[in-house]
């Protein structure tokens, strides 16, 4: 490619925020034209640090821009589908902040808009990019551990979000699970056909009241004959946990927790090591920088992305199986 | 207690060799009168060597010798509430292998003669007095985590057994997941109020010709609102994996594996460390004579047991009702 | 052999009673026929409820009973050499407590005896037969790691002994450090041909007082070419630190210290695990029975004992040697 | 600070590189103005690319250009004080790569130098910024493991370097162990006053025909009393092995390698988990970075270096002593 790719990030939040800061950091060939956001008042000091020619607060002005090749979307999810579909219209490549939308039906106008267009499209499924999971994707691939038996996936944070957030997030197993619904058919390589959603507020009483759950244990059933489970929880007081383990007819794989530093230390009272590494910003940020150069990749050498619409698509139709599982009582197929 | 408290050992297979050798070895005040065993000359060298004065075919022998004051039951399962009912009815304190019976009635009924006679009864879920199991349920008692949110029982087996086993030995969930299903009451120390048995035949087809499973997730709800899965597999050729994980509002606990030894080998490769240790015998035997202990310690102090009759009874409900969720495919109430 | 082993135990302090117990319970093929104390008095009790039949406190009844096989010398260091020889005229077979003597002279003239006899001569290392430490020595000899180039022994105690006790032990370095003088032996396979002590007096004045150090970091040269360090201290808060590290052309192994469970509380505070095992006793107690059954297979067998006199010798004159260095400030050559 | 410190990087070589690299990328408050090196004909295109303005064969012109606020010096080492001279009379701050020299002379004159200039001095003793290292000093500091009793360091690299290396390089204890002289002294606070080095060839013939040692176990005693040793090898096989540990009056702390994930494997041969990060590329790459933000943050607060000039002095000083105890074969004191 001769010249340098041209993107333009829309929604300057703090996940828009890391993104172009990792373009202009760390790629020499790509270059933040410009950044909308509905508040752009508010970042103009930011992107003028960063040396953004740009600062938008309609981002139909960056989807009119010839010059750029690609968007960012890491708007609010409502807008992700309808700008997905304008840029995707406009000729641009797309990199798309996970979930496309909560609504399926928009989903799949999204995805058509992508197909007829012929643009790349990437969703922000980040943690497959992470080093641990990764590696454990690779030696499945591989064959190391044989045929995927069980697969389980501990997701938990640190602290829970407010109430009032998970009454517009779409609730735990779509603002939450959904990162481990990805993360269960990356690493089987095979589809959820059933869902069983074991869920409980036990963290925190106005979740509940929100209509939502903050503990749960996520059965799922694949295509290949492989069973799944998935351990969630708003709250793990000692930190972000997030492991891995896959067994397979030729062995297991397990992944432990990144922590800030190796250090152990033993006293008259126990041996103690570090908590895992705070939340995801600290956990996951080199992934934030892999995914893109990925997405970038794509582009340059026109290859299928890593993380397709089909991927974004999915979760979300997992996720809402599981609520209704949760609210019935009952495994759903899906 | 002024004198030697006199057992006969009842069922001299593998388990019943164990209990009487331990006793043998480590209980100076314990004496093994008589053991007994429908084919009693192939045990009559190895009571010998150790110095057991009778040996007999017919089990009634052990229960009118009026000298004997308890029975240590380890013959087959379909025969342990009978034993059960006449041993109470002679007075003698009980040790009963697990499952006490199949069938709840029988279960009922073995516990009703107890009950009348009140004798001692305690069930073998010998891994109540694992040193790692054991320092778990003290942590949380102690409200080292809080209250219990999420508990996890990880068992798996090494290899599968013979498919011809689990046609009598009730099936998977009753003859292995039985000791998670204890396990699981006893760090909660709350009953399960639901089961779904997420199970799948992914080991050897036999075992699904069979009728049986060899691969599960079963999901929990417990009386006190926490939730809890086991995860178990007839066949996990690393070695025989029994861990514990429990999820808190003030933290959590794990439990690994124990392994031979605590050698590290790094090479060009890798660095590799030692499978678990590899099966029950060695993973448990010094909870096999702690059990013992502990039921001595009921006779001679007069207490109640670790493990009760309705600690007997409950797994083999819950047992029951995995085998049914998984036919039927929707969680069962207990 | 037709008939059980019988043996005479010399001495009945803590290690000579634990000795005569692992025989009683664990060998069925040797009988403790009879134990000498000077303090005789003290251990009738003990010795009856065991079935010991006699009780001296003179040894010599021991040496001269012709039915006794062999003895186990566990008396106080300054009677080993004195008891082995006349153990030794009497044809006897001799376990003995490490060291044989402070006196490289005493101590020759006990191997000579022995030598002279023909009997069995094993000492008292017991941490040869400690699980970790054999697989340490079987991978080293399978070349595992090919040639050794590093060799690291990690021992520090919990708490330090008084200082009344280093003035009788012949400090430190004969006193403690005597066993890993034994382990880098044994694990090499090679002679330490030159010792440079870097001690001080880091834990307790008394101990300096008393013209010994608590503290050390003794570095070695190995005959083949290999070099080694030996880390001691009289107490680690923390507790019994019992570690080796090897390096080799191939590769590297370490061994981590015994725990009493597998436990690992996560806390807002941190992530915390158990301690080592709390002391010798704690953490060695299978080796002692270990070293006893090795002794016994070769009375059976007629074969040579694992550790022998040369065994017994070499420790104490690096010892000695160690002692120098401390004293000189430098290398010495053995 | 009105306006960007404006850097010249003096040799551009594999660490030059990276530095100018990391500060373009990570700082914005800095500007790489220039770069000189002797081959400037070959680096003119990377420098192209990070967009530095001016490439010089001649280090004097950076000197020269008044403009330029800072030296970063990472040419070859027997440059290293004639170029601090240079830099420091032409009123520049310098961070100036290990070691300042070989020859303590030259050392004292360049900080002669720099101390009647004024400027700010820092050496490139990287690990005093690594996360692990700075973590286990700031425990220390807090007093978390009491008085420092015994400190060793594990530096091992993954493969030896070629033989004529080590003839230009000063030896192993001065291009390699000069780090670990440097870590022990930033670990304890204290100085050392003794070094005896157990060393050999047991790696690389060639190397020990050059005059050197690949393999060294190193004793040290400190000012405050504490005693230590360094374990080096110029070949691990596993990789770049780089550990601490520390026993203190209340406690240990020990720090283990960083690995590039946490997958563990575990099979029907054994467990195995990663090898520790490669070389100090990876292993150090953040290191690098933060060492240059706190040269610039020195320069901007005009506060002391977190290295000074006497900690790039000192650990030459005990690398010739460890050269002298080696051919010797006693301590020397320092």
Redesign the interface.
Known sequence: MGHKIKVGVIGAGRIGKIHASNII??F?DVEVKAVADINADTIRDWAA?LGIQHVYADYKKVIEDQDIDAVIICSSTDTHSQITIEAAQAGKHIFCEKPIDYDIDRIHQALEAVNVAGVKFQVGFNRRFD??FK??RE?IQKG??G?V??V?VIS?DPTPPPAEYVKVSGGMFLDMTIHDFDMVRYLTGSEVIEV?A???V??DKAIGEAGDVD???I???FAN?????I?N?R?????Y?QRVEI?G??????????T?????????R??????PKYFFLERYMESFEAELKAFFNCIVNDTDPIVTGIDGLKPVLIGLAAKQSYQK???IRL
């Open positions: 950091k760390n020499a640090e080093h641990n590696k454990v030696l190391s551990i045929d038996q069980i389980k938990r069983y074991n869920a409980a036990l963290v503990t749960a244990l059965s799922l059933k004959g492989a069973i799944g489970m351990d929880c709250q793990a007081v000692y930190g946990d067994l007819t030729k062995g297991s794989i397990s992944v432990a927790n990144d800030p530093t190796t250090v152990i230390v033993s006293t008259e126990f041996v103690s090591s570090d908590k009582g009952t495994p």
